[in-house]
């Protein structure tokens, strides 16, 4: 993995360009959401966790919005369910090459690791193989608002039975006051992270155009509008959640 530190914002911009998964954000990448996302670490590894208990025996585990793979691992490191492989599909070229190039590194050093393909295309033009395990992390926050409930739909008609989609999220609040404290916590857990105020400002700007979260009643609704039957909050770090929803 790159080791690269992210300094994307650090220097002042004239204008701050709305925010893409380009080769810049590729290279840094690791280093971002780590210093970016609370809990990232321990939702990614965890993941892995709860996928081995939804995998059923030979069929897909998708990790949509794959960026660098970090999924696709941790499905690698816990599940051991006879048959399974995993479809890792992200619409950034930069993303899927770079990703490509781990998972390719990692099958020359180890056996019996669980077959990966990665898909360089839109998970909104994707056609869903019968699936046990559905990641989505950190993805849906990225897809147009009106364009959501379409897809959860599409991943519910996938799921088989016994499976589950597993949704990472951050998250915004209904409550003013609870939206601001976790804001400004969240700010807080950047600048404990080496941020500068610049970086923080400037990087709120280039993603406020293109990641619209919504709150947990938004998901839990949507999800259950989407034929999902029980939603199940597993995790939370102040303004990021991840939700199990069962099919
Ligand atoms: N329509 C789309 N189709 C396919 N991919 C998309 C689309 N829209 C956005 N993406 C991709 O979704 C990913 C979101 S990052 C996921 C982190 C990863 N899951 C991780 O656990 O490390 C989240 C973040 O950076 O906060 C990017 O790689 C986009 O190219
Ligand atoms: O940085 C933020 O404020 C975020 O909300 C998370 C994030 C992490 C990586 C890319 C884009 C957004």
Known sequence: MSKEPDRLFAQPLPQVPDFAFNEDVVRVFPDMIKRSVPGYPTIVENLG????????????????????????????????????????????????????????????????????EVIEGDILALQFKPASVVALNFTLQFIAPQERLALLGRIRQALLPGGALILSEKLRFNDVEEHALLTDLHIAFKRANGYSELEIAQKRSAIENVMKPDSLEEHRERLLAAGFSKVVPWFQCLNFASLIALP
């Not at 995993?86 to 019996?112: H, K, P, T, W």
């Open 49 to 116: 966790v709860l996928a081995a208990q939804f995998a059923q025996p030979h069929s897909v585990l998708y990790d949509l919005g794959s960026s660098l793979g970090a999924v696709t691992q941790a499905l690698r490191r816990h599940v051991r369910t006879e048959g399974c492989r995993v479809i890792a599909v992200d619409n950034s070229a930069a993303m899927v090459e770079r990703c490509r190039e781990y998972l390719n590194g990692q099958d020359s050093m180890f056996q019996e690791l669980l077959p990966v």
